[in-house]
């Protein structure tokens, strides 16, 4: 009951502050620029979107030096002809396993 009370109340001033913006007239480019930033800094959605994308980059970040450096250290042993020959047919057949399995996937 009381979170409805309170999301009724953020409605409301939701309402106001568009009706407040849409009888301003031009901005100059520095007052858009506050009202951007103030915005988007009261909006939580954005706070937790931008955290996400800084913490998906840094694990992207991490994975990719780690299979860089795995790469690296394993270069002389996936040199081999033999185990290169062994990649390449796991590879091929996990390939061809999941194009048999989208051509015959059911809508």
């Avoid at 031009?26 to 009202?35: G, I, K, N």
Wanted: aromatic fraction near 8%; glycine fraction near 8%; proline fraction near 3%.
């Amino acid at each position: 009951m009381a979170s409805e009370q309170v999301f009724h109340i953020v409605k409301l001033a939701g309402a106001n502050y568009l009706i407040y913006l849409g009888t301003r007239r031009a901005l100059r480019p520095r007052a858009a620029l506050r009202q951007g930033i103030l915005t988007n800094l009261g909006n939580p959605k954005m706070a937790v979107f931008f955290a996400s994308v800084v913490i998906f980059s840094a694990l992207t970040c991490a994975w990719l030096c780690l299979y860089a450096a795995t790469v690296s250290a394993l270069g002389p042993v996936l040199a081999r002809s033999r185990v290169r020959r062994t990649v390449d047919g796991v590879a091929g057949a996990v390939l061809i396993g999941l194009g048999v399995r989208v051509a015959t996937e059911a809508r």
